[in-house]
């Protein structure tokens, strides 16, 4: 940071990157990529994701080079993608391979590719900086969409709103008894007087809120044979691509809270949230429970009433920024349960200006 | 006016404001406010309008101070409105009450709040400059929302559309014979050779126009036993925030048209028209009359019709609208009927210059 | 060309026009004037359309020059177009006849006009410059419109695009063996390696394109008692306002495709391409073809396929023109088929200097 204000002071630094770069960022899952070409932005980049015939996942920039059609217009082949205008078919690596009506290919027949890996079902494409265009690293391992113990669901939203909104709402479940009471939710004081802990170091914010001794929110009571009372617990992890968010409830003085290894009832759920543009966000999330009988059955209802929460959280969100939009430039006032958030907000804007 | 040009000659001037200030406009009817907060921008200023627990009116900035969702997202409790999403709680006069998660309430948690009356059936809201922030007198009586002769219905309409052009469309009723034949206007001629006469002075214009033995139109021969031909009038009041319309007919003969007491068939229109921004408007009206027989019935038909007329003149308005843009900076030639309508906007243009 | 860089060399030259002018522009259909006026944008202006009582089509500024409202919401009368606010009346030379309320018409009720033309069933108006706002010349025949040789229909579509890429599509049917090849286009890979020429001049260019013995495409098989293998040609006209194309196939070795009076099965289309704005425009098309037996039916379905097409292309080219505009700035890499589009782009340009 010293480095960058004294750059600054010397010379007229270059604009900085909008987004944090030199990160793998998830692109979508990978039963999206059939035998179509999938067009998403992300970061403000249209790409065209498709899988060639070794099943390999490919990302080129969304735009045929001879005269513009998207390529996710076109279609899939063998060696890959076809555009729906002239015909040029191009290669994982943006290679043109043909140009009907002609034997030699120009040499500046290309299309940008982005460096792309299939994990745990997702696909994780890399924006790097000038300095780092190849990943120096690979991209995160997510254990649970391949754990027996829990069966999963998952599913995308496009968001009218900046990416750091929906960071904010996850960062702070409080928001569960006003937004969420009738599914996930509960009772709204007992979230507000949760017992909260915030750590956080250069790169991750950990919220962890201990409800003990309180009554299960009507999702749980209908996914598990809760006996009474609960010891209820969030805990919430945030990177700078996603969020893992874990909570759960076990029978009251059961189980410790503080046990990695605890039993009860389990909410797994992983948070890609992918900026589309400065003003709108991708976000691909995805809900891995563990219930004890009637499993199928029970996961399902789970996961729709997650996506009920989706909902209205989208709803909100939207709603809030059209109104900061409305309401350019105004100061908020900040409470007690926005400390996490705010941290994560220092991460991005500090690995924006690392970038 | 002499003042302000002046000011212009030594020193730029603080901006005007967009319209006339230290006035009272209306925000909505007395039967909005109900168990939902209600969200309206009047003035470009987003407002939440509610009822509390005493039942009177609340008009708050539409803003919750914390994250900056509309409050009209939130619910109704007996002492304000809770935030839908952090669950922050504000009275009628924006002061924050409840925080949850926290007991201290910060200082600066509140939100600004609006001089708000309730009179005759509608829910005014005082608009003043910074010398004015309070009202200086109360809103105006519209006393024909209480009176057993008179039936009435109203309703609101959003225009996308400056609220002059409105006034314009009002002050000028020659316009029924074109836009209106088949309901209220009946033949064009009518209108067009109608006596016409213009009064105004600084605040008020009143556009007074006889047709003396002409035919009834359709909407008027419905709803009344005419025996023949009628004397007819309209009598147009223009106030800043609201037009009086006075139309009617007696038979022909039987009565003057310049008594106030005089008899027959009698429309009286409510025109509250209240800019939502720049370029767009509400438009609150209501409707009395008095039916001979049949009342409710009759009533009723008059309205029904009455809401096919402004629905003709929302299309037109809009359309010449959208033209103005298309054609911007082009000049209109005026006529004859455009003496009532030009002075309104040199009073609107001048109570401008005066906040 | 040299005068003019001479011009911008001692003093800034005036704006060029957006679009070529001194030229007639296709407005629309003959059978589209009707009892309505119609309201339409060419070239950035809108305009009103309609006919007076002698049968004689007219363009107008689309405004009433008293409020502005379009006159394309008004009425026809024998005389002209009635402003549908408060009744002034326009004649075919955009004189006032009539201002409601008054005798005297003020000496600037008035509304400009546009040389208008009907010929073969087209509507045609001038775009001229201030050295030629009158036309120095009369629009093109067109022939095929009576010729009972041929039956034709045609429509029109409104594209979010600028004209220039219709033409980019229009010039080269190479596209036919992607976009189309369930219809009239067929295997990709004989029109790619269709024989090509293209003349052209100051004014015009023309593609020919050759497929000797070639198989017929889906919509030719089903519209004509081809034997087997087809000489099949392509004959494409570009000019300024509009393409002729001519397209067709007669049993191989029967016809000389140099033969302007060759046998076979006909697809004549005429494409007129008129912008609406800089980045909109109109297409509007005839299709005429000359079925052997069962003349109605098949050319219905002939034209029906047409449309199938037209919707493909248009599917197209708006994903192109977004795309374009995602990436603004973006060099293009020409191919072998984009000489004939790249030449009418020069005519384009080299007109739109001169006017």
Known sequence: MSTSTLAHEIAAPAALPKFPLNQWYVAGF???????PLGRTLLGKP?????????RPAALEDRCCHRALPLSHGTLEERGVRCGYHGLLFNGDGQCLEVPGQAKIPSKAKVPAYPVRERDQLIW????????????????????HSNDDYLFEG??????APYQLIHDNLLDLSHLGYVHLRTIGGNASIHMNAQMRVDSDDTHVKVTRHMPGSQPPPTYTAAYPFKGK?????????????????TGAA???????????????????FHGVTPETETTSHYFWTMATNPKD????????????TVLTFDEDKG????????????ADRPMVDIHVDVGANRARRIIEQLRQQS
């Open 30 to 36: 990978a039963w999206e990529l059939k035998d179509q």
């Open 47 to 55: 790409l065209v994701l498709f899988r060639t015939a070794d099943g």
């Open 125 to 144: 494409v890399w924006f790097g900086n000038a300095d780092q265009p190849q990943p120096n690293c690979e991209p995160p391992a997510y254990e649970f």
């Open 155 to 160: 599913g995308a939203y496009h968001y009218d």
């Open 230 to 246: 609960v010891d209820r617990w969030q805990e919430i992890e945030f990177h700078v691509s996603h969020l893992r968010i874990w």
């Open 251 to 269: 029978d009251a003085g059961t189980e410790s809270l503080d046990d990695p290894q605890r039993g009860g009832f389990h909410m797994r759920g």
């Open 294 to 305: 009637n499993r199928e059955a029970i996961a399902a209802k789970v996961v729709e009433q």
């Open 316 to 327: 909100v969100i939207e709603a809030q920024y059209q109104n900061m939009l409305e309401f």
